[in-house]
């Protein structure tokens, strides 16, 4: 596995990602889902439109979609949390999507929220308590057209040290 604190490095490296992928997320893995753009501002996710990930109505899988949207977000909570001075717990807490077309290509999922994500990580480190962010993810298929639209709540919380 690469080491958590390279994420950034790691998810700019193909081969990389998918050897995080492989111990981390298998099924992301598995669905074709590549980090394409990444930076403190923005990731963006892609996955194919692909046998392994359409329903019987011959659009994409929803489920498939769920993840590389949460992904979009993910890659950026998780690059920050492993830069945390100290150990950090991550997670979604809420999700909530819509579908305004049905996904039949290659599905772009795009998070602009880094900034707002950074924000509640350094709250909760200052704090030591939890936080949580909204963040949103919007899939474009390769027209260009908004195909689905994910709202996730992350919650992140500085760990308790184990005193020996």
Same mark, same amino acid.
């Given at each position: 596995?690469?080491?958590?604190?390279?994420? $950034?490095?790691?998810? $700019? $490296?193909?081969?990389?990602?998918?050897?995080f992928?492989?111990?981390? %997320?298998?099924?992301?893995?598995?669905?074709?889902? =590549?980090?394409?753009?990444?930076?403190?501002?923005?990731?963006?996710?892609?996955?194919?439109? #692909?046998?392994?990930?359409?329903?019987?109505?011959?659009?994409?899988?929803?489920?498939? %979609?769920? %993840?590389?949207?949460?992904?979009?977000?993910?890659?950026?909570? +998780?690059?920050?949390?492993?830069?945390?001075? =100290?150990?950090?717990?991550?997670?979604?807490?809420? %999700?909530?999507?819509?579908?305004?077309?049905?996904? =039949?290509? =290659? +599905? $772009?999922?795009?998070?602009?929220?880094?900034?707002?994500?950074?924000?509640? +990580?350094?709250?909760?480190?200052?704090?030591?308590?939890? #936080?949580?962010?909204?963040?949103?993810?919007?899939?474009?298929?390769?027209?260009?057209?908004?195909?689905?639209?994910?709202?996730f709540?992350?919650?992140?919380?500085? #760990? #308790?040290?184990?005193?020996?």
């Amino acid at each position: 596995m690469a080491d958590s604190n390279n994420i $950034r490095k790691t998810a $700019r $490296r193909p081969f990389l990602m998918k050897l995080f992928m492989l111990k981390n %997320m298998p099924m992301g893995l598995l669905a074709g889902l =590549r980090v394409v753009e990444f930076d403190d501002k923005h990731a963006v996710v892609t996955v194919p439109y #692909k046998y392994l990930n359409i329903n019987p109505f011959q659009s994409m899988y929803f489920a498939v %979609m769920s %993840m590389a949207a949460e992904l979009s977000s993910g890659v950026q909570a +998780i690059a920050l949390v492993s830069e945390a001075p =100290r150990p950090m717990s991550m997670l979604v807490f809420k %999700m909530e999507a819509s579908f305004t077309k049905k996904a =039949r290509t =290659r +599905i $772009r999922f795009v998070c602009n929220d880094g900034e707002k994500i950074a924000q509640a +990580i350094n709250e909760s480190l200052k704090t030591g308590e939890g #936080k949580t962010v909204d963040v949103t993810s919007t899939g474009y298929d390769a027209e260009g057209d908004v195909v689905a639209i994910f709202q996730f709540t992350w919650t992140f919380k500085p #760990k #308790k040290v184990k005193n020996n």
